[in-house]
Structures are given as structure tokens and as C-alpha cells.
Nanobody, 123 residues
Framework: VQLQASGGGLVQAGGSLRLSCAGS????????MGWFRQAPGKEREAVAA???????HYVDSVKGRFTISIDNAKNTVYLQMNSLKPEDTAHYYC??????????????????WGQGTQVTVSS
């Protein structure tokens, strides 16, 4: 499985960005896809995840501002980010999970990682 993320960039606080993650290869082996992020000097943090059936999960800090969605036909996951804050600045990684679609915030529970895309929010 290969995951290709895109859509990052520089935006002012209060603005919006949409990240995309296109999966290729044996994507049928995945039970869920999602996003992690890592800011400089901080640990990787789970942001959101979605199962192929559309069940979603979010970390508390992005609830109400971020929306994760999936296009099953395109094997693509999107992360719509609204009302962005400077603290959302991070490198965002697309991830894939096998075996079960339960929500997990642990890095080790995700089997596939894309190269990520940088999101920078200026104040």
C-alpha cells in the first residue's frame, strides 16, 4: 500500500485547507485511513480517522473544525480543515490501518504512512 498526500500550504489563521490522500496498491487490506500530525519538537498526534463504511473519529482539539471524508471509488481520503489556528501548524501524515477500524491514537497501530504534507498557519 502506498499513500500519497497533498494539499498542504501556508494559510492565515481562520482560513481553510483541504488535504487529500490517495491510496494505491492493496488498499483493500486497509480497515481505516486517517491523519496524524507532528509539530516541531512535539510527538506525532492522531488527528482524525475514517473507516471504509464512513465512521469517523477526531481528536478533541479539531472537533467542529476538521472533517474527514472518504471516496471509496478513488481510494482517497480528504481532510477539510476550517478555522485553522497557528497551533495546527505541523507536518500532516496520511496513515492506513489494517485488521480493525477502531479508533487508535497510537502511532504503532497504523501500518502504512505517506510522506506527509506541510501545513503552516500564520497568526
Amino acid at each position: 500500500v502506498q499513500l500519497q498526500a497533498s494539499g498542504g500550504g501556508l494559510v492565515q489563521a481562520g482560513g481553510s485547507l483541504r488535504l487529500s490522500c490517495a491510496g494505491s496498491g492493496r488498499t483493500f487490506s486497509l480497515s481505516a485511513m486517517g491523519w496524524f500530525r507532528q509539530a516541531p519538537g512535539k510527538e506525532r498526534e492522531a488527528v482524525a480517522a475514517i473507516s471504509w463504511s464512513g465512521i469517523t473519529h477526531y481528536v478533541d482539539s479539531v472537533k467542529g473544525r476538521f472533517t474527514i471524508s472518504i471516496d471509496n471509488a478513488k481510494n482517497t481520503v480528504y481532510l477539510q480543515m476550517n478555522s485553522l489556528k497557528p497551533e495546527d501548524t505541523a507536518h500532516y501524515y496520511c496513515v492506513g490501518k489494517k485488521y480493525d477500524s477502531s479508533w487508535s491514537t497510537r502511532v504503532e497501530d497504523y501500518h502504512y504512512w505517506g510522506q506527509g504534507t506541510q501545513v503552516t498557519v500564520s497568526s
